[in-house]
């Protein structure tokens, strides 16, 4: 009876892909079948690789039964896998996080940023005069106050000096 591949993996002791690497180099020679399964002759199989003893296969196949999912160490490497894509999880939320605050920096960023560079638009800025314009406006009625002040002055001091003469 012909071998497939998990059946001559078995009765080798060795991978799946073993033994399809051996079918591909030539090592082994193989039948395809119509559903792309190989068949393997026992004779040609076991030319290049050794049988195992049934004890061995016994072991190797309790081995796989107690750990349910046909290899050694597989329950450990699930709990591994589980650990890190508990950690994955963290650190995307984590990622996501920093993301969220980057763009919460960068919209304050940008508000300080026009707060403190706002200029007002044309329409709305005012023009001062030029100083002398202003001075203008505002000289006539300095020296009419000024003159006004003087002659007042001047009349008091008159009004002072005859009294204090006797009016001479």
């Not at 799946?16 to 559903?35: E, N, P, V």
């Not at 980057?102 to 709305?124: G, K, N, V, Y």
Request: charged share 25%.
């Amino acid at each position: 009876m012909k071998h497939t591949l998990g059946t001559a993996a078995k009765a080798c002791g060795v991978g799946r892909t073993t033994i399809l690497r051996a079918i591909k180099t030539g090592k082994i020679s193989a039948l395809k079948d119509d559903k792309g399964s190989y068949a393997i002759d026992p004779a040609e199989l076991h030319r290049v690789f050794p049988p195992v003893a049934s004890e061995q296969i016994e072991e190797q196949q309790m081995e796989r039964d107690a750990t349910g999912n046909g290899t050694v160490g597989t329950a450990v490497l699930l709990a591994k896998i589980e650990g890190l894509e508990a950690l994955l999880d963290r650190e995307r939320e984590t990622v996501t996080d920093l993301r969220r605050r980057l763009d919460d920096e960068a919209a304050e960023r940008r508000r300080l940023t026009a707060f403190l560079t706002h200029q007002p638009s044309p329409e709305i800025t005012l023009v001062a005069k030029p100083p002398t314009e202003a001075l203008a406006a505002v000289r006539p009625v300095f020296w009419i106050a000024i003159g006004a002040a003087t002659i007042a002055a001047a009349a008091s001091w008159q009004l002072w000096w005859s009294w204090w003469t006797g009016g001479n």
